[in-house]
């Protein structure tokens, strides 16, 4: 049997009175991708930190292809790429010259034309981060996570503020990574049943369910996925649909 691409044993997460991650165990298997679902303040965003070694756990064991992301940090770096949903980056830099400087950290850096095409940023290259859209930062971040071939991929609110014509680009790109195993946090139900093989729904920090988008609705006697999630989860998922 393959190495699990992820595995995460009882792992939590307290700030203060707040449980953001009350013992999740999930294991993702190698070129699956798996959809993270829950209400804002479920713990979705602690639990990604915490598997890319952001953040320190209370306890439990996370592993990343079989190492700690945080004891072994310079060789999860080379196998691991993440996009979080607030970019911080350096604001006077161009496209170009953040997408020069993340290739410098890889052996075999993707092209940065390739990427450019894949973001549809080609035709900023010559921008400074400070000046480009929201919507065309959150691009760029996705395009650096993936700069250095990454085995394991983590992906935050993928395509939120992107236009129709941007989401369908992205998701075919999405979709060109099936040899990587991709954790994918979306409130976009679409994007979600297009490209998830399995969905775990998270509330209050625990996992409430983790099986296929056609499972899951099946699981609660539902129609589709979004009412599955409120009969399993007893809340209401807001989405730029019904925001």
Not at 78 to 87: E, H, I, N, P
Not at 117 to 146: C, H, N, P, Y
Request: neutral net charge; charged residues 25%.
């Amino acid at each position: 049997m393959s190495q699990p691409a992820i595995e995460v044993e009882n792992l939590h997460k307290r700030y203060g009175d707040v449980v953001a991650v009350d013992d999740v165990s999930l294991t993702v298997a190698p070129g699956e991708v798996l959809g993270v679902l829950g209400v804002n303040g479920a713990g979705k965003t602690t639990m990604i930190e915490l598997i890319a070694g952001l953040r320190v756990p209370d306890r439990g064991r996370v592993r990343v292809l079989g190492r700690d992301p945080r004891r072994d940090r310079a060789a999860v770096r080379q196998l691991l790429g993440v996009q979080l949903q607030q970019a911080e980056l350096h604001a006077a830099l161009t496209v170009g010259e953040l997408l020069g400087l993340y290739r410098s950290f890889y052996p075999d850096p993707r092209p940065a034309d390739e990427l450019l095409d894949l973001v549809e940023l080609r035709a900023q290259r010559r921008t400074r981060f400070e000046k480009l859209s929201g919507g065309q930062q959150q691009r760029l971040s996705i395009a650096l996570a993936l700069v250095g071939r990454p085995q394991v991929v983590i992906l935050d609110e993928l395509t939120t503020g992107l236009d129709p014509r941007a989401r369908r680009r992205m998701w075919a790109g999405v979709e060109g990574l099936r040899d990587e195993t991709v954790l994918l946090v979306s409130h976009a139900m679409d994007e979600v049943q297009r490209l998830c093989d399995r969905v775990v729904l998270l509330d209050a920090g625990r996992v409430v369910a983790l099986d296929t988008p056609a499972g899951l609705v099946a699981r609660a006697g539902a129609a589709n996925l979004e009412e599955a999630f409120v009969r399993l989860t007893g809340k209401e998922l807001v989405t730029e649909e019904n925001a």
